[in-house]
Structures are given as structure tokens and as C-alpha cells.
């Protein structure tokens, strides 16, 4: 079974930085697609930013154009997503998921494997 295990969040100050993990198991990983996503309490999902499997197309949403990176280290398993800059309004739990495929939709629902999600906590 697919796993998808996230890590590095926590509390951090208006203007700090986090880098979250994604680490996966049972995948071929080179030929998944990783995305990140945000659900802040009483919200719905966010689309973060989504790497190809090669690591060298990516796209960002809006909120995380110029402070966040997202990229990942193949030989490792492992996604990441640092977080520079960070606001209060990015307060939330941050999931990291995969799909396979070349396109890198926003919408969860195109993405088949989820992790279980790491808590982001930013402190004015």
C-alpha cells in the first residue's frame, strides 16, 4: 500500500520559515507527480504547488508564488516544500499527495494518494 508520510511542521513566527517532507513508500516515485495542499480550519482545500516526476516542470498557486519552493529528491522518496515569509493566514494542516501522470491539476481530487497531513502553525 501506497504511504505517504509528511513532516516538519510546527509553530513558527510571522516571517519565518519551514521546510515540510513528504516522504513516500510502496511507489514508483519518479513517476508521480507531487503535490502540495492546505486546509485551514473552517476552509476548504488549497492547492499549494505541484512538481512533476522529474522534477523540472512546477507549478505554484498565487499565495505561494515567491515564498514557497516546492521540489523533491528522487533518490530519496521524498517531496518538499519550504516556506519562506511565512503569515499568519498560512496557518493550516499542510498535505502532501501523489498522482500519476504529467498534468499537475490544483484539484485535490485528480491526485490518488494523500498523507496524513502536518500541522503549520504561524504566530503574528
Known amino acids: 500500500q501506497v504511504q505517504l508520510v509528511e513532516s516538519g511542521g510546527g509553530l513558527v513566527q510571522a516571517g519565518g520559515s519551514l521546510t515540510l517532507s513528504c516522504a513516500a513508500s510502496r511507489i514508483m516515485f519518479n513517476n508521480v507527480a507531487m503535490g502540495w495542499f492546505r486546509q485551514a480550519p473552517g476552509k476548504e482545500r488549497e492547492f499549494v504547488a505541484a512538481i512533476d516526476g522529474s522534477g523540472t516542470r512546477i507549478y505554484y498557486a498565487d499565495s505561494a508564488k515567491g515564498r514557497f519552493t516546492i521540489s523533491r529528491d528522487n533518490a530519496k522518496n521524498t517531496a518538499y516544500l519550504q516556506m519562506n515569509s511565512l503569515k499568519p493566514e498560512d496557518t493550516a494542516i499542510y498535505y502532501c499527495?501523489?498522482?500519476?501522470?504529467?498534468?499537475?491539476?490544483?484539484?485535490?481530487?485528480?491526485?490518488?494518494?494523500w498523507g496524513q497531513g502536518t500541522q503549520v502553525t504561524v504566530s503574528s
Open positions: 499527495a501523489a498522482r500519476f501522470g504529467r498534468d499537475l491539476p490544483a484539484s485535490g481530487y485528480e491526485y490518488h494518494y
